[in-house]
T-cell receptor, first 114, second 114 residues
């Protein structure tokens, strides 16, 4: 167990709907990253939040957005869901220091879009 | 472009056999490299990491990896695998400093036969 929790575990939505996924970071971690893992693929970086600001983004459209709260928990919001958004969504928390970093992953939220 | 490639997508070994999983990266600048493991039904766990210093890195459960800068490689090794090593293994990399975008390889499914 890493101390990173995600909710819900599973979710089924219809194309065109909106979804919010939640993540609680490991205690003391000030950075959270979100990843999408499609079936048979490695996780793909969506974006990262550091001290409540987005400080990096992968190749995902603006309908993927996020928030980080003062307690470092985070949300991932996806608008106008498409069938291809069906995937496992992973949250990872880390502590940003001057040197390297380690990301600790949560169990993920399995999103199915029908 | 930053990329991580894994050569073997599916590996089947007998118990006690030696393991080597290939990973190559394409990054400019100083790189942080990781191997993650995902056991069936569990979340991603960090096996080992390389930030700097000794290029031979030892991780948990008897795994090690060697960073060879001239070959842009970070191969994972274990001298003698066990049935409990059956899992999916992901190589990942990111630039040190800045924001922590981590790029994952496609993953290698390892099946160890008793």
């Amino acid at each position: 167990e890493t101390g990173v929790t995600q909710s819900p575990t599973h979710l089924i939505k219809t194309r065109g709907q909106q979804v919010t996924l939640r993540c609680s970071s490991q205690s003391g971690h000030n950075t959270v990253s979100w990843y999408q893992q499609a079936l048979g693929q490695g996780p793909q970086f969506i974006f990262q939040y550091y001290r409540e600001e987005e400080n990096g983004r992968g190749n995902f459209p603006p309908r993927f957005s996020g928030l980080q709260f003062p307690n470092y928990s985070s949300e991932l919001n996806v608008n106008a869901l498409e069938l291809d958004d069906s995937a496992l969504y992973l949250c990872a928390s880390s502590l940003q220091t001057g040197g390297g970093y380690e990301q600790y992953f949560g169990p993920g939220t399995r999103l199915t879009v029908t | 472009a930053q990329s991580v490639s894994q050569h073997n997508h599916h590996v089947i070994l007998s118990e006690a056999a030696s393991l080597e999983l290939g990973c190559n990266y394409s990054y400019g600048g100083t790189v942080n490299l990781f191997w993650y493991v995902q056991y069936p039904g569990q979340h991603l766990q960090l096996l080992l990491k390389y930030f700097s210093g000794d290029p031979l890195v030892k991780g948990i459960k008897g795994f090690e990896a060697e960073f060879i800068k001239s070959k842009f490689s970070f191969n994972l090794r274990k001298p003698s695998v066990q049935w409990s090593d059956t899992a999916e293994y992901f190589c990942a990399g990111g630039n040190s400093g800045g924001y922590q975008k981590v790029t994952f390889g496609i993953g290698t499914k390892l099946q160890v036969i008793p």
